[in-house]
């Protein structure tokens, strides 16, 4: 029923220059793989068939990436190294990928709604690249899709950090109804820990229907200046609902050096 998810991608990547001057940051590679393959295999898994990517200046590895290279291809075929290539062949052939730009830096709730194009009038997934998720049995978006199929409403990941961390967040609080899932009361961007309603943060995966857009339209910048997501969920949960799932899996910061340096460690495990 989620058929299309969205990646945001046009943010600069400045927490890690020099190596994102001229390499878009969802390129950094986690081992051998670009941190938005790990994404958009998360996806396919989830029954994702689209993948609406909103990109910006400089992002055009991202399209080079998912798309066959004739000359590679040419160059290593029927060699011993053509299993490098087995998996982004793959990611090519079971799905499709559109793109638009983001023009200006207007915050996450922007980004969404710069893809609205892309997305039409159908619930879809968001996931922020940057937060790489692993898990043993079910990929994060799997199992937010299968919750979706249940309550059909938007549905945010969550994750307990500790309390000095909340200001790195969108924070959430709310009522449990299920083993680990919130019905949501209150979320803030960002809060200072004495002003954070819990320490249940937001992390990157969404499943979001399509009204959010018009409820974005109508958001005022929030945290930052800029148009917040979290701000657009909490008008949503105030219509109707929107769930916090605590995920099956691990997390790790992709937009910091310790987070990529622990995920690196963590792959590099499990070879
Ligand atoms: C964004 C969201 C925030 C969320 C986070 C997850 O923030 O605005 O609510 O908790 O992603 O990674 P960013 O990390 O883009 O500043």
Request: include cysteine; aromatic fraction near 8%.
């Amino acid at each position: 029923m989620i058929k299309k998810c969205l990646f945001p991608a046009a943010g600069y990547g400045t927490r890690f220059l020099p190596a994102t001057k001229a390499t878009p940051k969802e390129m950094l590679p986690v081992l051998t793989k670009p941190l938005i393959q790990y994404g958009v295999e998360e996806a396919i898994d989830a029954g994702c068939e689209t993948m609406a990517i909103v990109t910006g200046r400089g992002k055009r590895a991202i399209e080079d990436h998912f798309d066959i290279s004739y000359e590679l291809e040419h160059q290593i075929k029927g060699t011993n190294k053509e299993h490098y290539l087995t998996e982004i062949r793959e990611v090519i052939e079971n799905c499709t990928f559109s793109y638009t730009r983001q023009t200006k830096m207007k915050g996450l709730g922007h980004a969404i709604l710069t893809g609205q194009t892309l997305i039409g009038n159908e619930p879809f997934a968001v996931l922020l690249a940057d937060d790489l998720c692993d898990s043993k049995a079910q990929g994060v978006l799997k199992q937010m899709v299968k919750l979706f199929e249940k309550y059909q409403c938007c549905i945010v990941a969550i994750e307990e950090v500790p309390k000095e961390d909340t200001n790195k967040y969108g924070v959430i609080a709310g009522k449990q109804i299920e083993d680990g899932i919130y019905m949501i009361d209150n979320m803030v961007e960002k809060p200072e820990p004495q002003d954070a309603p819990s320490n249940l943060a937001i992390i990157g995966r969404y499943i979001l229907t399509p009204d959010i857009f018009e409820i974005i339209e109508n958001t005022k910048p929030g945290k930052g200046g800029e148009i917040q997501i979290t701000d657009a969920l909490m008008t949503q949960a105030k219509r109707g609902m929107v769930l916090g799932f605590k995920f099956d899996g691990v997390r790790f910061d992709c937009g910091s050096i310790d987070g990529f340096v622990k995920a690196t460690n963590h792959f590099y495990k499990k070879i």
